[in-house]
């Protein structure tokens, strides 16, 4: 069974995730592209060497009889109305991040999906599906270090260009933290706060960079997360959970390591689809298989909003410089 896949947006992620299920990925076949801008649509189906119809508008593709499933890469504003038509549609949707821009938004997903009556949506938190993640995730779910106490993490990029503001450290750059940390030690949020050290020269006026959030769990978890976007260097992951009985961290990309000029040495990725290329791959592989199998599962609607809610409260903390709760509606039922 082939999976026909309509992709809405065919900018970078969308011409990307294109490439991969057409390339690498078993089981899914691009049939329908759509972009605002049709002349791009056209060149990555003629790059991709597609046999795939462009469509005038995302709700049209979505509509098209031959489309099982849909991926939602457009500008995030867009997503709400995509994903939203695809589940009135009954259509298997994969979303990139964010989900909705507004926990609102996320909220009347996460409604009419349970009105649908099935999992539909799987969000592009693709940090879930790293390898390194999964072994810190199943460390912690076999009681290997204890109770986890404290998580030391940092997200360090290179450079950002100067459309990036200050609260794009929350909601575009800190928001794949605020997904994969709560899986992790699957626990909720109760409070953040954002408190910002000596800015960084290598920065533009307008962004106060580096930050640091500071998260309290619901289960008394402290996790301080530093957001370095113009560290220089590379972009560098890291994160480190202190258990009662034992230390885990995530493993560094496996790198050659050299001797050479009386150093020793190993390099540092500089861009980040190289740091999780392989998890593109896993979950999109996942979500193909599980349309067939008529059970999508990996990162729900309920965690786009969960991470939408989290997002807003260290919004207003960057803001306020205060404490800001994390007020999260009720679990539905079907979400387990
Ligand atoms: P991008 O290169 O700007 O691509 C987005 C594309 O969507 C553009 O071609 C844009 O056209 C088009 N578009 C905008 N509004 C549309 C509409 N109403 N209907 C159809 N197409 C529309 O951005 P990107 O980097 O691919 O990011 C796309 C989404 O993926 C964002 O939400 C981003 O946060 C997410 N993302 C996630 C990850 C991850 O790690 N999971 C990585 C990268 C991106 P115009 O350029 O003409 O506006």
Redesign the pocket.
């Known amino acids: 069974m082939t999976i026909r896949i309509g992709v809405?947006?065919?900018?970078?992620?969308?011409?990307?995730h294109a490439r991969r299920i057409t390339q690498t990925l078993s089981g899914g076949k691009i049939v329908a592209v759509?972009?605002?801008?049709q002349d791009?649509a056209r060149a990555v189906v003629d790059r991709l060497g597609l046999d795939a119809k462009v469509y005038e508008?995302?709700h049209e593709l979505i509509q098209a009889d031959d489309v099982d499933a849909v991926l939602v890469?457009?500008?995030?504003p867009?997503?709400e109305e995509?994903v939203l038509a695809a589940i009135e549609a009954g259509k298997y949707v994969f979303c990139?991040?964010?989900l909705a821009t507004t926990a609102e938004g996320c909220l009347r997903i996460v409604e009419a999906e349970v009105k649908a009556g099935k999992r539909l949506v799987q969000v592009?938190?693709?940090r879930r599906y790293d390898k390194g993640y999964q072994q810190l995730k199943q460390a912690l779910d076999n009681n290997e270090i204890g109770a986890p106490l404290m998580m030391h993490c940092a997200h360090r990029n290179p450079t950002v260009p100067d459309r990036y503001v200050t609260e794009m450290a929350i909601v575009?750059t800190a928001i794949?933290e605020l997904d994969v940390l709560r899986w992790l030690l699957n626990d909720d949020y109760k409070s953040m706060q954002v408190v910002y050290p000596k800015g960084t020269k290598n920065r533009f006026e307008h962004l106060a960079d580096p930050q640091i959030l500071l998260i309290e769990t619901l289960g008394g978890v402290r996790i301080d997360l530093e957001i370095f976007v113009n560290c220089q260097y590379g972009y560098d992951i890291q994160c480190q959970v202190v258990g009662e009985s034992g230390i885990a961290s995530l493993p560094e990309p496996q790198s050659l390591l050299m001797r050479k000029d009386t150093k020793l040495y190993t390099n540092v990725l500089v861009d980040?689809k190289d740091r999780?290329i392989e998890s593109?791959d896993i979950e999109l592989q996942d979500f193909i298989r599980g349309c067939e199998q008529d059970t999508v599962g990996g990162p729900s609607a309920w965690d786009g909003y969960a991470a939408a809610v989290a997002a807003d409260s260290a919004v207003k903390a960057q803001q306020s410089g205060a404490i800001e709760s994390v007020e999260m509606a009720g679990r539905p039922a079907f979400y387990g």
């Open positions: 809405i947006g065919t900018g970078a992620i969308g011409e990307d759509n972009d605002v801008n791009q508008s995302g890469c457009s500008w995030g867009t997503h995509f990139e991040k964010p592009g938190f693709m575009d794949h980040w999780f593109y």
